[in-house]
């Protein structure tokens, strides 16, 4: 029988899960991948977490159980200490490892490689290829594979549309089960969304360090703070900005507030913060987005009258 990789859609994998598969594809090592987040799914997590755990890593839990459920010979899981140099993941995030070890007492085997920036990444490379019994030339050539930008087509914009940007962590802003479908009701009224990924984060870790004595610790603390003032300092400005943040997150609790100071002392553009958890509902959080589109579209008619 020929042995499996499993990737949980969880965490990193919005921003890295392309990169990881094609990887492990190279290393002739077939993916598979847990299904996209549902309510099942967090339902399932939250019992198998611990119970102060916050929303994105009751997730993580439902994603492994369901790859255990699925038979995989390994689960991918990198310890992702810092991915940028200089600021660091939350403790949870560089935890998930043993917190999966300790909630499945049962399961594959782990692919936990430590990832620190700053650090050669093949360094991590070696550590997998070593435990999937191949090569390092191989791994080398996987490595540099899995590295190549396909691209794709440039998305076209309406001028004219309404902008929003999202504030988060990448695992809420484009896990569609989490955030209740955040950005696709957005969409469907036209809005034209704007996210993080449209700029380079070291650009974004430059804006943030520039404005602040002290680096702040944290990679997407830092790149949220960055973004936040390259909208503000360009046009067309957004109408409005949406932070989604999770229940309980220390992190986002400073973020938000250095982002709620920052929104108010460089322009007045109206401001929601959706915090999400297993226990929210989707009724209220249609409502509330809702209201604040019907909100930005009076303003813009009052600007324009003026």
Known sequence: MQKTVGIPRALYYFQYGPAWQRFFQELDYPVVLSSPTDGKLIEKGAMLSVEEACL???????????????????????????????????????????????????????????IRAGENPLTACYELGRELDRSASRVRKAWTVACENSGGP?????????????????????????????????????I????????????????????????????TGEETVGYILALLDNEPKPDGFIFVTSFGCGVDSFILNVGQRLIQKKSQIPYLELSLDEHAGEAGFD????????????????GKSA
């Open 56 to 114: 994105p890593i009751k997730i993580l839990h439902g994603h492994v159980a369901q790859l255990c459920e699925k038979g995989v010979t390994y689960i991918f899981l990198p310890r992702l200490i810092s991915l940028l140099k200089g600021s660091f993941t939350c403790p949870k995030i560089a935890g998930a490892p043993e917190m999966i070890q300790s909630a499945f007492t049962q399961r594959p085997i782990l692919l936990s490689p430590s």
């Open 154 to 190: 440039v998305e076209k914009r309406d001028p004219e549309a309404l902008r929003v940007a999202l504030l988060g962590h990448p695992y809420l802003l484009y896990d569609s089960g989490a955030n209740m479908r955040l950005r696709e009701k957005l969409e469907d009224q036209k």
């Open 192 to 219: 034209l969304v704007c996210t993080p990924d449209e700029y380079d984060p070291e650009d974004l870790r430059e804006r943030a360090a520039d404005m602040t004595e002290k680096r702040i610790f944290w990679s």
């Open 287 to 302: 409502t509330r987005i809702e209201a604040f589109i019907d909100m930005l579209e009076r303003r813009r008619e009052r």
